[in-house]
């Protein structure tokens, strides 16, 4: 589904990312983690054509990304932070969003699933994050894209949300989806990761299964699992 | 592109902004008519307007914009959209409202005058058209400083430097540099000086109309047949098209490798 | 009145029966205008009839009444002077005269008054020509509604449509002349009357007078001349409801005033000039209810001026209102309508509260650096005419009027 070889990205005397390679196969949840700063957003951002890479190549089902901009046809994308213009009402920017795609969609569905029916005619300035972060969430899943790139879902989303999104998660897995996520929450990781994708110092530094991560560092929980990591050397 | 550029648009046509600059013409326009009753007058006073308000309000409308729609331009970055679309749809939607403002705002005053029968129509078109030019030209150069600074206060800081370095501190070294080498044969210095800065290719299109009579009293061949034949007007609109294209096109250039 | 004794008394000796009109044409007894005056006696008519006399230095040495019946064409085939006049009260009427000779030693004129009292020359139609009318030494006559069409190109090669050399009491009345030299040109002439004449297009000037006093300028319009009308060494004269209009050019003006003395000049419209008026040593003139409108520069004062008076003007829209190359003025300008003043009138008496100053440091920057004039109407210039006018230093600091007025005159 995806591939990245040799990227290389340095935003001024910082190197983020640096040789970078990685292969995900279709279908199944993959988590990115990695301390902050290890360049997990710029590796999703390299993927989704919004960060430029110094070097090396990106290919989303086999097509290369450089001076292409179609394959993204094939990718929803949640962001992390919920900006969006603030004069527009929410169904006006569900509106556009449908008419910039010019897909099917199923937002209906999305809206009563997180109850924003009463948020429709509002401005998107006047919305409370949690409620910014449920519209986000709407305009990534709304449409049947193969690949879904999910970043920080759980931002601001409060206990009954987070359930609704992580079945929602459950259900586009089970469409035979492939989902690229990054979380700072463990907990959320490991109810719905397959794969761990760890960066550090821009690098994969390991990439496998929760199980074979536990072992690896001999730790029970993925939490400490996480945390050892690092000191672990890499053998993966 | 076009999508972007609607969304854009309909997005500045509700904001306040576009309409307070509208008011501002209106009003300019009827108070500079009815009040005064003198069309040349009005002309005189709104050729000074346009060459200083309109360039600053361009600047500083284009930056505020920018960076007011960063999260928009973010949210279509990950959309199925070509990029350069993206930048210039918005820049379009930005200059396109601004410059229907102004056009509408000063012209509906001058038609309910009676502006049709007046023969001051050219000298008014021509304004118009060089306000149209100066709103491209100025939201083009502010995008661009925009799109190079992520940090909003230096991103103004630098548009309002732009502005006054072209509106004043440039004329004030042009006429030093006349006046300390006026030794030497200037026509073409001058003239060349004239083409660098937009404000005053623009003044000079104006001039053009309005001081002719003035501009001739020169003895310099060079100025004689850049003011006195059509070789001025073409030679100053097309400097005024390149002003506009080539910011645009650095525009789309610096779009392309910019990261978000 | 004096043309109309002359006319009644000619009129009495024909009907008395002294006087015969000797008929001119191909088929006549008479076939050239020449014979004609030649067997004409005094005061008799010679009556032209329509078609082409090639014929030149015609000498009228008699008193003669010359009339052309529908223009006839007298064509003068580049050979020299057309018609020469030395005798008093000579009438010529009505004839289309062509291909006057050019020289370089001879002024060659169509028509040459010399040294002759009560002349009339009217209706006349000069084309390709070097000199048109030439009025010498000659006095008390009328030169009324002729049309001077030249098609000159060089200065050197040219001649003067209208010219007057040292004659008195003349008028010259509604003439057209275009294309030629100098328009109407005037030396050691007093006492002469020019007034709703149209001199447009010329090589030169539209008019041009030097050593000439106590001359009358009424209602003539002078259009895209040359370098406009100038108007040098002269006293007394009288400039009124002219209009001087798109004089452009280097050194081109609507008027050009050199030590000209207690003039008078009122009532003119300067519009669209260079230069609306020039004026170099000149003393005690009044300018009153002139209109100046899209100059460049409305006047211009160069060298020294002394009490010149500018009253109930109107200066509108020019780039330039005022310029002055020195910090000396002993000019007074009062009660003029200045359409840059930006003044208010609280006590509503239809003078501005503050003075205007009409003389911006920009100009003062342009006499001295003409490249600068590119930065006309710039806000960097606005900014810096705006602390001269706060507190002058470059210009003179008690050239202002006191009174300007809210309202423009009529």
Redesign the interface.
Known sequence: MIQVENLY?K?GKNEVLSGLNLTIDKGGIFAVLGPNGSGKTTLI?SI?????PNKGDVSVSGIAIKKN?????E?D?L?Q?A??????KVKELIR??K???QRPSDEQTLIELFKLDSFLDKKLSTLSGGTRQKVNIVLAFMFDCPLLILDEPTTGLDPASLIRLKELIKKEKANGKTILITSHIMQFVAEVADEIIYLLEGKIYFKGSIEQLKKKTDQTDLEHAIAAIATTPANA | ML?ILK?SFY?LI??RWSYVYFLFYLLLGFVLLFLNNDVSKAVITLMNIIIVLVPLIGTIFGVMYYY?????I??????????SSIFLGQYLGVAGSLTLSLVLGLGIPFVLYGLFKSDAIFDFSLLLVTGAFLTLIFTALSFNIALSNENKIKGFGYAVLLWLFMAVIYDGLFLMSLIIFKEYPLDTFSLVATMFNPIDLSRTLILLKLDISALLGYTGAVFKQFFGTDKGLFISIFMLVLWTVIPIWRLSYKA????? | MRYFLIFFISFFITSMGWSRTLPICSDCTIQSITEGVSMASDFDTLLIKKGTYKEFNILIDKPLTLIGLNYPIVDGEDQGEIIRIVSDNVTIDGLFIINVGTSYTTDYAAIRVVKSEHFMIKNVVLEKLFFGIYLEKSNNGKVYHNKIIGDAVDEYNSGNGIQLWYCKNVEVEKNIVQHVRDGIYLEFSDNIVIKDNLSTDNLRYGLHFMFSNDDIYTNNTFENNGAGVAVMFSKRIKMIGNTFRKNWGTAAFGMLLKEINDAEISGNIFEENTIGINIEGSNRIRYENNSFLKNGWAVKVLGACYENTFTKNNFLYNSFDISYNSKLNDNVFDQNYWSEYTGYDLDKNGIGDIPYRPVKLFSYIVNKTPETIVLLRSLFMDIIDFSEKVSPVFTPDNLLDKNPLMMKTL
């Open positions: 990205k935003f951002k989704l054509g919004m960060v430029v901009w179609k394959y993204r046809q990718i994308y962001p932070i900006n969006f213009p603030g004069n527009l556009m969003i008419d910039i795609r | 999508k969304y997005d509700r904001s007011n729609s960063k999260e928009f973010e949210l279509l970055l990950a959309q199925p959209i070509k990029r392309k490798r910019q990261d978000f």
